[in-house]
C-alpha cells in the first residue's frame, strides 16, 4: 500500500501501522488507525560524501532559486559560499539561519532569521547546490576549472526558452515536505547573500513527480499519469555509480550535473484529449500505470510485443520507448521534478506544469540525447512547451564543519 | 503543544498522541510516537445550511481561482454551475470528477476526470463559490437580485491594483491539505466550464495564516509574526452570527461576503528592519506573538498600558490596534489567508507575500473601514502593496444533491 496515498506528504515521509484500507479515494467515515511519522520531522544529514537532496527520497515540495552573482570579487563570493553552508547546515536540521535566530538577538539589529519557520520542523529540508557555466566566465578565475561535462546543451527542436528564468550562475534547490520550509531556507540564503547574489528566478513546486527511493510510490504527473516509474533509485548502487555521480580526482569528483526543464503543459488540449490517444502517447496504461500490453506498473515494457491487430502494443514514438534506456544507448536518470501551477497565463488557462529536474554523470550523453529523441519524435509535444533551461555543476557533498560550498573549486 | 508543528499540515489536520517534545525545530534522532491522522484523509462534508470552506478548521492550502463568464446564455450558466455542484460534491468526498473517471470511460472518450488525484485521499478538500459584481450586470438578468453589501470597494490609499488578477464573475476557493488535490479540483472546474468559462486568475497559497478553530495553532506570515490571534472561529457562534452569516429572506441568507486582496510584502527591506521596529509595528512580541506588555499570545492586548518610558507599550499607529474590533466599531472578520510566493519579479526580489482572504456579514461595515483604517495609517504599508483584490458574494450552502450553487439566486 502507497502510504502517499494517506497523507500527500511523500511515501518515504511516512511509515504506517495498520492503516490498510485507507487507500481509496472514496474512503468515507472511519479514522485511520495510529500511523508513525518519522521523517516528517527527523532531519536529514548534511554532511556526507555526496549532497543530500539528489538520492534523498523525493519530499513533496520544492522551492529551486537561481542566483546571479552581482559581486565582481571573488573573496567575497568564497565568503558567501561559506556563510550559505554554515546556514544550510543549520537549516536543513531544523534550526534558525543564524545563531540569535529570528527573535533572540539585540533589539536593535534586523534578525539573523526570518521566523516564517520558527515552530516548524525539519520536514526533511534538503538544501542542494549547483554552479552554472557562466560562473566559469572571467569574473572569477574559474574559466579553467570548467568541467567538459558542463557544456552548453544544445538548442533542442521546439523549445521556446525564457532567457529571464533560465541559466543562472548558482542554484539552491530546497525540497521539503512543508513549503513554508523550503520557502524559508531561500529566502533566508537570499537575505544573506544581499549584495553579493541576486535573485535571477526561483520556482515553487508541489506533488514530486518521480520517485527516487523503492520504497516510494510512483506520482502522477498533471497529465494524470505515473511517469517515473523507471527512474534511477537509491537502491540502485551500481546503476548510480555508473550513471549518476562523477569520476576523476578533479573539484567535481563525488558531485554530479544537473539539467532543468520547465515544461508548461497545455493542459486543456490534453484534458479533451481521448483516452486511447493519451495512453498510446505515453506507451502506459493511466490507472495501473502498466505499460500497455503488460500488467502491473513495474512489469518491464515489452517494446516488440505485438498485440491482436498485429500492431506493436506500444507505438513506435510512445513517450516510454523513446525515453528508455535501450533506446538511448542505456542513458539513464535520475529524475527528481515537481508539478507546477503559476496562477493563469491571462488567456484564460492555467498556467501549469512539470518543472523536470535531472542529476547525471555527463549531460552530453545523458540528457542531451535522450531530449533530443524526444524534441524530434514524441507526441507530446503537442501538448507541451519546453520554457525554460538550467544547468549546473553540483559539488560533491560537503564533509564537515570545517568544509564548505565550492571549496575544492575555489582552492 | 502546536500539532501543526509535527506535520506542517494544519493543527486540525492531526491528532497527536504522545508525542510531546517533538514542537522544538532542532530535535534530531528519536522517531516520534504513534500518531493518529484522522482529517487529512476524512472528507468535509459538502451538504449543509452554509457552504464548507468558511469556518472549517482552515487547511494548509489553498488554489483560488476567478472565472469570467464567457457565454451570454442564461441557461448555460445555469446547467455549468449545476454541473460544478455535482462534480464539487464528488471532489469534495474523495472522488472523481465525472462517473467514468480518470480511466473508466470509454477509450475514445476524453476522461471526465484528469486523473492526477487517482490514489489521492481527500484531503479535507473544501470547494466554496463566490459571485463578483460584475455578474449582476445586464448580461443574465441579475441586475435586481445585487445585494447591498456586495457594493464596490472604494479606492483605498495607496492600493495599485493589477486589473488583469483583480475581480471576476465567479470565484471558487479551494482548500486542501494536499496542494495536487486543490490543484485538481480547480483544473477539472475549468475542464467543465471550457466554453462558457475562462479562468481570468488564479492564486496558490500554501501555510495558512489564520485559525478558524480554537483548535488550531495560530500559524506565521512571511514578516515571520503570528497575525491571526483574534480572528473568528467556528467555536465563536454568536459573533458568527453576528458578523459573519448574512441575513434576511433573500438569496444570500445564510451566505456570507468574501474579500480577497493579494498583499505584495518588500520581504528584502523588511528582512533588514531591526527586530525592535518589527515589533512595535506590530505591536506583538516576534516570538511568542504576545501584545506588547502582555506575557502570552491570547492574553488580551491593553491598549492604555505604559511601559516605564511613560509611553504605550502598543504605539498608537501599531498593526494590532488599528485592526483591532475596538478601533473599527466592533469590526471582526474570519480570515482566511495564505502565504505565498510566486517566483521571482525579474528585479533580484522573490515575488512573496500574503493573499488575504476575510469572510463577513456585510464589507462596507467590516472589511471596509477596517482596511481604510490601515490603509491611511499603518507602518507597514512601507513593507507591503495591495495588487489585487476581488469582491464575492458567497451564498448559503447546497443542501441535497437535488439543490444546485446558485439556486436561489437565479430561481
Redesign the interface.
Known amino acids: 500500500m502507497?502510504r502517499?496515498?494517506?497523507?500527500?506528504?511523500g511515501a518515504a515521509g511516512v511509515?504506517a501501522?495498520g492503516a490498510g484500507g485507507?487507500?481509496?479515494?472514496?474512503?468515507?467515515?472511519e479514522?485511520?488507525?495510529?500511523?508513525?511519522?518519522?521523517h516528517?520531522?527527523?532531519?536529514v544529514p548534511f554532511y556526507g560524501e555526496h549532497q543530500a537532496g539528489i538520492v534523498t527520497p523525493a519530499q513533496d515540495?520544492l522551492?529551486f532559486?537561481a542566483f546571479?552573482v552581482?559581486t565582481d570579487k571573488r573573496a567575497e563570493l568564497v565568503e558567501l559560499l561559506r556563510e550559505w553552508t554554515a546556514a544550510a547546515a543549520r537549516l536543513t536540521?531544523?534550526?534558525?539561519a543564524g545563531a540569535s535566530g529570528?527573535?533572540?538577538?539585540?533589539?536593535?539589529?534586523?534578525?539573523d532569521?526570518?521566523?516564517?519557520?520558527?515552530?516548524?520542523?525539519?520536514?526533511a529540508l534538503t538544501l542542494t547546490v549547483g554552479f552554472g557555466p557562466s560562473l566559469f566566465d572571467d569574473r572569477f578565475g574559474l574559466a579553467d576549472r570548467r568541467p567538459a561535462a558542463l557544456a552548453d546543451l544544445p538548442k533542442f527542436p521546439g523549445e521556446h526558452l525564457v532567457p529571464?528564468?533560465s541559466g543562472g550562475d548558482i542554484c539552491v534547490q530546497a525540497c521539503a515536505?512543508?513549503?513554508?520550509?523550503a520557502?524559508h531556507a531561500?529566502?533566508n540564503l537570499?537575505?544573506i547573500g544581499?549584495g553579493r547574489v541576486?535573485?535571477?528566478?526561483?520556482?515553487?513546486g508541489?506533488?514530486r513527480t518521480s520517485s527516487t527511493s523503492r520504497a516510494q510510490?510512483t506520482p502522477?504527473?498533471?497529465?494524470?499519469?505515473k511517469d517515473g516509474t523507471n527512474n534511477l533509485k537509491l537502491e540502485d548502487d551500481r546503476l548510480l555509480r555508473e550513471h549518476l555521480w562523477a569520476r576523476g580526482g578533479d573539484w567535481m569528483a563525488g558531485g554530479t550535473y544537473l539539467v532543468t526543464r520547465k515544461i508548461r503543459m497545455t493542459?486543456?488540449t490534453w484534458?479533451?484529449?481521448?483516452?486511447?490517444e493519451?495512453?498510446a502517447i505515453f506507451g502506459r496504461?493511466?490507472?495501473a500505470g502498466a505499460p500497455l500490453g503488460r500488467k502491473a506498473e513495474f512489469d518491464p515494457p515489452d517494446f516488440a510485443a505485438k498485440g491482436p491487430d498485429g500492431k506493436p502494443y506500444i507505438a513506435p514514438d510512445a513517450h516510454i520507448r523513446l525515453a528508455h534506456p535501450s533506446s538511448n544507448g542505456d542513458a539513464h536518470l535520475l529524475r527528481r521534478g515537481y508539478?507546477y501551477?503559476?496562477?493563469?497565463d491571462?488567456l484564460?488557462?492555467?498556467d501549469?506544469g512539470l518543472f523536470f529536474m535531472a542529476y547525471q554523470r555527463d549531460p552530453r550523453t545523458q540528457f542531451v540525447p535522450v531530449q533530443m529523441a524526444l524534441a524530434k519524435r514524441d507526441p507530446l509535444n503537442e501538448y507541451i512547451k519546453h520554457v525554460s533551461s538550467g544547468l549546473f555543476a553540483c559539488p560533491p557533498g560537503v564533509r564537515d564543519a570545517g568544509d564548505h560550498w565550492g571549496r575544492a573549486l575555489f582552492a
Open positions: 502507497s502517499r496515498k494517506l497523507f500527500g506528504l511509515a501501522a485507507l487507500a481509496t479515494r472514496s474512503l468515507v467515515g479514522p485511520p488507525a495510529a500511523l508513525a511519522v518519522d516528517v520531522s527527523t532531519p515540495r522551492h532559486v546571479d552581482v536540521q531544523g534550526r534558525e529570528a527573535a533572540g538577538g539585540p533589539p536593535e539589529a534586523a534578525p532569521d526570518t521566523g516564517e519557520a520558527l515552530d516548524l520542523p525539519a520536514s529571464e528564468i515536505h512543508d513549503p513554508q520550509v520557502v531561500v529566502r537570499a537575505r544581499f541576486s535573485v535571477r528566478w526561483s520556482q515553487l508541489f506533488g510510490s502522477r504527473n498533471l497529465m494524470g499519469f493542459i486543456e484534458d479533451r484529449t481521448s483516452l486511447a493519451q495512453e496504461d493511466k490507472r508539478n501551477v503559476d496562477g493563469s491571462g484564460g488557462r492555467l501549469a
